[in-house]
């Protein structure tokens, strides 16, 4: 029904910048909540940034005033801006959509919880 495809990922020093990107295509209605997720080896999948249709924000602790999340609801895109990144910052990035879909029937919408195929963030001197 949906998909959804991240890119910007890759390899950068400590301190440097990263873009992701997130993309989100197929039956979808409207676009509730965004939000970019992070997982390490070995470590639990942790909310990274979220933010609303109306554009409100939340960060985690971690990349409070480093990161910054944003939305281009013509475009169904949802970006991350990563700057002064730390080793620490590497994972496998997801974005996560609570999208609503056209249902079966007319006038009826669906949720759908959707995820990204990741994408991997390495910093590394």
């Known amino acids: 029904q949906v998909q959804l495809v991240e890119s910007g990922g890759g390899l950068v020093q400590p301190g440097g910048s990263l873009r992701l990107s997130c993309a989100a295509s197929g039956n979808i209605f409207s676009i509730n909540n965004m939000r970019w997720y992070r997982q390490a080896p070995g470590k639990e999948r942790d909310l990274v940034a979220r933010i609303t249709k109306s554009g409100s924000t939340n960060y985690a602790d971690s990349v409070k005033g480093r990161f910054t999340i944003s939305r281009d609801n013509a475009k169904n895109m949802m970006y991350l801006q990563m700057n002064s990144l730390k080793p620490e910052d590497t994972a496998v990035y997801y974005c996560?959509?609570?999208?609503?879909?056209?249902?079966?029937?007319?006038?009826?919408?669906?949720?759908?919880?959707?995820w990204g195929q990741g994408t991997q963030v390495t910093v590394s001197s």
């Open positions: 996560n959509l609570d999208i609503l879909t056209r249902g079966h029937y007319s006038g009826s919408v669906n949720f759908v919880d959707s």
